[in-house]
């Protein structure tokens, strides 16, 4: 057994100080005495209408467009299931999202990725793919992306989406991070750029809470309408309290405050990842992310993700199996930071002891 | 245009006066500042632990046979993925729960109904289905049944499992009611009677809040950890914060002093029902419901279920159609009176005005 500390990079989850649990708690008392024979009762499958309005009116669209549900994954299971039939083709980035190459994968869609560069997917591979296989939908991270950290440049957008109209296929753009930027300027949504082929999903959990379980899906009306249905038929209602929570706290008008404050608290964190990199694996490659959760990286050794993963348990490092963010195994091997969930000392010594295992020394 | 009040004979939603609005809320608070390192966060796909050991201890099950979930419609969906294929056989009681049809039919289970009498399913007939049909699973409302307010009786429950075991199906049991008994002697559930053989699906919807969505099942080991694994990639997790509150609520003692309240609310909506329905409908066929939330009335006149909708549409009262509770059309008019959600005197003017609808006096 190792005597050092253990160090996880698996999970993408918050720390703890993310959360602002006195104003959750008084939030929760407040709507709950405010509003409960809404948000006690049965209601609609869209969700609780003044989270939706709020949502609708940050985003200047028509409430009809704002569905909410219990997190973002389940949207992405009803999207999946509205869009595409079994046998259809979806396109991914590659390395994308891995519980998103489960949801294709359950549903029947043959999922194939197409490789992600520095500032997105490379366009001639994309249109490719699109000739080949008459996709049904592309699904993307643009901002500060799952695993790779990469933000698409507002050039490869423009592309992206004229491409969607030409092929005729859906885009379905997932934005968790997009708020987390801690360096450089915001580029237009997909969804802004083209809103009618365009379904784009979000949530609060990185901004406020997992638990809350509160995701949300903004698009076409009729898709939308669609959605809602299939909501009903599966779960009646999402969880109400929980959405009531969330717009007491955004009503109040703490989340810009929120977010600003969990801005503050990721940056060093990025920094130190960043400084870590550069220090410690300087032959790995990898996009600078300017914001959200990770970093993600290719080594540059001619390592196996077996040696690494046996190496770094070894070393008490525990990390995810890169694999799993590709369709197919990747050439060189990919490891993902989550750096937010980590503090400084462990994103400095969990790198190091990467760099380690890559120079041989464990 | 009638000039009548409206009155819905609708969805089966509890009355406003049910929900204990300022417990509720205080436990809100109390729950989410004692634990919110695990409320506000990714958690298990199984739920909220110390909600899943409250169960367990109170129906003597290990914990690990235990899953909480969005609403138990969201369990039965999971259920349905988990014990059937397209194309396989699912029994129900005929009439049945209408969004269990629905959640069947949407998964391409072929659903075949067997036939329903004032103390259970007719036995013969579930027999020579079951030969017929070699069915996968049986679904079963044995508490106050939903449309029909039937309790199935003890030798029918022995019966019954005693068939699973022979034909080798499952049993889903559905005991959203059970608690809610104003009179007559409480039956032992058949997961009871055949614990390996029955899934017991159940929620605090109609103990404590719909709002809070928060199914629960009970069950053998393997399924319930498939169930978890399905849950995972659906969800990830299910909304923390509100079985946070239902488990505070639990833990301080709260809920059966509330479930005794809510008997003594809804024992007077029933003798009421059952007595108008003696004065009005003197030759109308139903079940004497002992508790739950239903009367299930089948109509003694020559009457076509449009005629009544359309009558009922004209007296100002809304109905909803007898027919999405049964598997084919039934040979009479069959109407579900929800008398929970109603005051005394809209119970007395609603069934006095099906009784003028039936004597061709509207």
Redesign the interface.
Known sequence: MSSLRPIAFT?G??P?EA?P??E???C???V??ED????????KSSGYLPLRRWLADQHDVPVEQVLLS??S??LM?FLTVELTNPGDVALVESPTYD?TI??FC?NGVEVVGVPLEGDGVNLEALAAAAEQYHPKVLYIIPDFQNPAGVTTALAKRRAIVEMAQRFGFWVIEDVPYRRLRYYGEEQPTLFSLAPDRVMQLSSF?KLL?????TGYLLGAVEVVGEVAKLAE??????????EG?IYEYCRRGLLEENIARLCDLYRPKLDATLAALRRELPGAGYAEPQGGYFAGVTLPENLTTADLLVAAGRANLTLTNGEGFFTEPPERVFVRIPFCSLSIADIDEGIARLGQIVRGKR
């Not at 809470?209 to 379980?213: D, N, T």
């Open positions: 999970r989850v918050p703890v959360f649990v006195a959750v708690a008084d929760a008392a407040s709950l005495r409960p024979n809404i948000l006690l009762q049965y209601g219990n997190g994954l389940q299971e519980r489960t949801t359950r959990s809470s997992p638990g809350l379980r038929d599966t779960y009646i209602t999402p969880a109400l309290p929980t929570i």
